[in-house]
DNA sequence: TGCCCGATTAACT
DNA sequence: GTTAATCGGGCAA
């Protein structure tokens, strides 16, 4: 359980993006290990960073490593890891975990008990672990934040991003396969009306 | 300026 | 299955 460092996040985003998938991530002590999450780049149209700078999204085009926090739908805060180096606009939306340090303190801010209810989803984990707007621009490899790399070999989900209208059948969608805690089942390669990505939609971390 | 559309969620029918 | 909540960005007028 290595502490993940800022030039962790100085590579390519579908590098990083496994890499965190079993990772553990706190904030304030609070939180649990990565179970899924999203890639966004500059050069596709779903991304914030598409169509340049501007208040908002201005945290994208500095340097990895840091936290973009943003207002979804006016009403929850996401949050995004920087990746990449400085300019490429590139981030991970970070969309689910699985419950595991101050669980209480969850449940209370949450106002349900149900663990699969508490961070399974971009909005609810930030409500889960108390991140808003005022985090923006903070660095990962500092307190409020803690990151932990996982122990071990993992399988990975992949499949099409959760609740964009642009760029819809890029597979970008990174998950733990077979947990719980994801924000919404990963489609069944093959299934009706599901493109294949790679494989089983999976292959194996290493 | 005004209008439409979101990287969502919970509460509806 | 559908819809309301609510605000910042993008773009037309």
């Known amino acids: 359980m290595a502490r993940i460092v800022r030039s962790f996040f100085a590579r390519s985003v579908h590098a990083v993006a496994p890499d965190l998938i079993g990772a553990t991530f706190l904030f304030n002590g609070v939180g649990g290990r990565i179970v899924e999450l999203e890639a966004y780049h500059h050069t ?14 201005a945290v994208m085009f500095g340097p990895p490593g840091y936290a973009y926090v943003y207002r979804s739908y006016g009403i929850h805060w996401c949050v995004n890891f920087t990746c990449e180096p400085k300019g490429s606009a590139a981030a991970v939306l970070i969309r689910a975990l699985e419950p595991l340090e101050g669980i209480a303190k969850m449940r209370r801010r949450r106002g349900v008990h149900d ?23 903070l660095a990962l490899d500092a ?52 493109p294949t990505f790679g494989k089983d939609n999976a292959r194996t971390k290493v």
Do not use: M
Not at 44 to 57: K, L, M, V
Not at 156 to 179: E, F, M, N, Q
């Open 44 to 57: 596709e149209p779903a991304a914030h960073s598409y169509r340049g700078q501007t208040e908002r999204n």
């Open 115 to 137: 663990l699969r209810l508490l961070c399974s989803g971009p909005g609810r984990l930030c409500e889960a672990l108390g991140i808003s707007r005022v985090h923006n621009g």
């Open 143 to 194: 307190p409020p934040f803690e990151l932990h790399s996982g122990a071990g070999e993992v399988e990975i989900a992949v499949g099409p991003r959760i609740g964009i209208t642009k760029a819809v059948d890029l597979p970008w969608r990174y998950g733990l396969k077979g947990s719980r805690f994801l924000s919404k089942p990963f489609p069944h390669a093959g299934e009706k009306g599901v």
